[in-house]
């Protein structure tokens, strides 16, 4: 292995639906412009922002944090108002709603839109970032390049996203790590077919490529999913199917936190020529991963 960096970056988890209760990990909107961020003294978000032609205002609250993987109890998730008014009130809350959220003093975000500290000492943020690009490089649709507004808050320590580079098949880069939040494994239960988490607990990492075959600049790799009971995961860099191998110079890589907490991120240059010591080492970290999945040379 070659490189390791333990990400810290930012993003979110919230919902779509008005109003109502909604699941955390779901965006706020798609494309939002003109974002502004509000908290008041007891402790709601209000985000207010101009997408699809309309000026929206919606009300977050409810939930902090994360809990761990469990099958008893739900994630936590936060409560959304989209009608622009609180209650039965429908007021504009634009005008009227007292923001006490002084500013961010938190840890670095990436994808940062805009963070504030509430009166409580809990920190609040939006991002956005672009979840739903095709894999293996092809062009995006207009649907895929949205960029997704989510919100995230939380107190105390992040997520933490460790990811290492070394090759696979002695030859092709490869990437593996994990990813956990407060020393538990973050991973869900149930996912279908192609991966995709069925509950409010699975988590699928986006990797992206810099200046590959794909094209110059950022390409979308892959997705995957964070593997059930350890939180790791493995990815090679080699043929998939009929697309070529997405070797870049350069890979980042971006996940939805637990719960309602922040997105991670992390970025490194590639690892270069094969070095057997090296590749030896990460072959050992890999067998302590925890995840039958993921398999050393």
């Not at 920190?123 to 649709?141: K, V």
């Not at 094209?215 to 070529?244: D, I, V």
């Not at 070797?247 to 020529?273: L, N, S």
Request: net charge positive.
């Amino acid at each position: 292995m070659t490189r390791q960096v333990v990400a810290t970056a930012a993003i979110l988890v919230v919902s779509a639906l008005v109003p109502a209760v909604a699941t955390a990990s779901e965006l706020i909107d798609r494309n939002a412009t003109g974002v502004r961020l509000a908290v008041n003294a007891q402790g709601q978000a209000l985000v207010s922002y101009r997408a699809a032609g309309r000026v929206r205002n919606v009300l977050a609250w409810g939930a902090v944090n994360a809990v761990a993987p469990t099958q008893s109890r739900p994630q936590v998730k936060f409560r959304l108002d989209y009608s622009g008014g609180w209650g039965a009130f429908r007021r504009d809350l634009s005008k009227s709603f007292e923001n006490r959220c002084s500013a961010y003093d938190g840890p670095p975000l990436q994808w940062l839109v805009t963070a504030c500290k509430a009166p409580d000492g809990s920190y609040w943020a939006l991002q956005r970032w672009q979840r739903m690009l095709p894999n293996y490089g092809l062009a995006p649709t207009p649907k895929q390049a949205v960029w997704e507004l989510r919100l995230a808050h939380w107190t105390g320590p992040l997520p933490v996203l460790e990811i290492k580079l070394n090759w696979a098949y002695r030859q092709y880069h490869h990437m593996y790590g994990r990813f956990t939040y407060l020393g538990n494994p973050v991973h869900g239960f149930r996912v279908n077919p192609t991966g995709v988490p069925l509950d409010t607990f699975g988590r699928n990492l986006y990797v992206d490529t810099f200046d590959s075959v794909y094209g110059n600049g950022w390409k979308r790799e892959n997705s995957f999913l964070m593997h059930n009971g350890s939180g790791a995961f493995c990815y090679g860099f080699f043929r998939h199917g009929s697309r070529p191998v997405g070797a870049g110079k350069r890979y980042r890589a971006t996940i939805i936190g637990p719960g309602v907490t922040p997105d991670m991120f992390w970025q490194a240059e590639a690892p270069g020529a094969y070095d057997r010591e090296l590749d030896r080492v990460a072959n050992e970290e890999i067998r302590g991963l925890g995840s039958d999945l993921c398999k050393p040379n």
